[in-house]
C-alpha cells in the first residue's frame, strides 16, 4: 500500500489517516465506522493536524459521528488533538496507566526540552518545530480500563487489549474481528526504528507475538505505512537483536554507555531513528537491573542526537 498523507480506505469501514514520513511526531491515526457511529483511534500532535485530520474526515463522519475515541497510549503524538474530539455523547478511552501519564505537567515537560542547549538541544527544537504543542489543554481520558474492554460502535464488535508496559506504560491495541484489522499503535514503527520508553522490552516482543497469533490481515502501526504480520515480525526481530545484544553487555559488566558504543546494527543502522538505539539499550538495562538509572533524559536525547549524526553506533 501507498504511504501518502491523508486518508486510507482499508475497506469494511476502516480507514487510516497517514503521516508520512513516521518519524518524530508524525503518527497515524484509525477510523472505525459502524452503523450510524464511528470510532476514532488516537488523535494527533496539534491542534492544527487534528484539524486538518477532523477536516479530512468528515466525509464519513457526516453520517457516523464520532462516539468513541480510544488513545493507544499517552504519547504526545497519540493524544495532544483530545481537546478538539472531546464533546457530549464522545467517550474519550485509554487504559488506566495511560490514563495517569495523560497530565497538564507532561505537556510542560516537553515543552520546556525545547529550551536545551548544544547539540542536544538543536536535536529537540528540529524534532519539535513542525509542531505547536504551547497552547494544549490536556484532556483525559473520561473511561479507563484494565486488560481487556469489548466495546458495540454502531453495531460492531471492538476489542481493546493493553499489552503495556512495552512502548509505554499503557499500550492498547484495538482489534476489529469482523474486518480482521488491527489498530497496533506504537506497539509497531514501520520502516522506522522502535523505541522502547517504558518496557521491558521481553513485554514488547510478547505483545508482537500476541498479534502474530491473531486473525488480522490489515494491520495499521502508529508510525510508517499499513503492514501486514510480515510487519510486526521484522519489529519482533529488531526487538529481538537489541535484547539479544544489551543482555550480552550487560552480562559482561560493560557500562550502558560501552553497550550503545559496542552495537553493531548492521542492517537496522539504516532504519531512520536507528539513534533510538541509546533509549533502547537503557531500557534493556533498566529490565535487568530496576535499581539502575543507567542515563538521564537528556543524556539519551545527546546520544540520539549523536547516532543520527552518524557520530555514534556504526
Ligand atoms: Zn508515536
Not at 140 to 168: K, M, N, Q, Y
Not at 217 to 244: E, M
Request: a negative charge.
Amino acid at each position: 500500500m501507498s504511504f501518502d498523507k491523508g486518508l486510507q480506505d482499508l475497506g469494511n469501514g476502516c480507514f487510516v489517516w497517514l503521516q508520512p514520513d513516521g518519524g518524530w511526531g508524525w503518527s497515524n491515526c484509525g477510523l472505525v465506522v459502524g452503523d450510524g457511529a464511528s470510532l476514532m483511534v488516537d488523535t494527533l500532535m496539534d491542534l492544527a493536524l487534528t484539524r486538518e485530520m477532523l477536516d479530512g474526515i468528515a466525509h464519513v463522519t457526516t453520517a457516523a459521528p464520532l462516539t468513541a475515541v480510544v488513545n493507544t497510549h499517552s504519547d504526545c503524538d497519540h493524544c495532544f488533538g483530545n481537546e478538539l474530539v472531546a464533546a457530549d455523547g464522545v467517550e474519550i478511552i485509554a487504559s488506566q496507566a495511560a490514563a495517569e501519564l495523560m497530565t497538564q505537567h507532561a505537556v510542560d515537560e516537553l515543552t520546556a526540552m525545547s529550551g536545551l542547549g548544544g547539540r542536544v538541544g538543536e536535536y529537540t527544537e528540529a524534532m519539535f518545530a513542525p509542531f505547536r504543542i504551547d497552547d494544549i489543554t490536556v484532556t483525559p481520558p473520561t473511561r479507563t480500563f484494565s486488560d481487556r474492554l469489548s466495546l458495540h460502535v454502531g453495531g460492531r464488535a471492538v476489542e481493546l487489549i493493553e499489552v503495556g508496559p512495552a512502548h509505554t506504560a499503557g499500550d492498547v491495541l484495538i482489534h476489529v474481528p469482523d474486518a480482521d484489522v488491527l489498530y497496533a499503535g506504537d506497539i509497531l514503527f514501520i520502516d522506522c526504528t522502535p523505541i522502547i520508553w517504558a518496557g521491558p522490552p521481553r513485554r514488547w516482543v510478547q505483545a508482537c507475538d500476541l498479534i502474530l497469533d491473531m486473525p488480522v490481515t490489515t494491520i495499521v502501526p502508529g508510525h510508517g505505512p499499513v503492514t501486514d504480520k510480515t510487519g510486526v515480525a521484522g519489529v519482533r526481530d529488531y526487538l529481538a537483536f537489541v535484547l539479544t545484544e544489551a543482555t550480552k553487555r550487560f552480562d559482561d559488566g560493560l557500562t550502558v554507555s560501552e553497550a550503545i558504543d559496542s552495537i553493531d546494527l548492521g542492517e537496522y543502522s539504516a532504519m531512520p531513528g536507528s539513534g533510538r538505539i541509546a533509549q533502547n539499550v537503557v531500557a534493556v538495562y533498566r529490565a535487568l537491573d530496576p535499581t539502575a538509572l543507567p542515563l538521564t533524559p537528556i543524556e539519551v536525547f545527546t546520544r540520539i542526537a549523536e547516532i543520527d549524526a552518524g557520530g555514534g553506533v556504526r
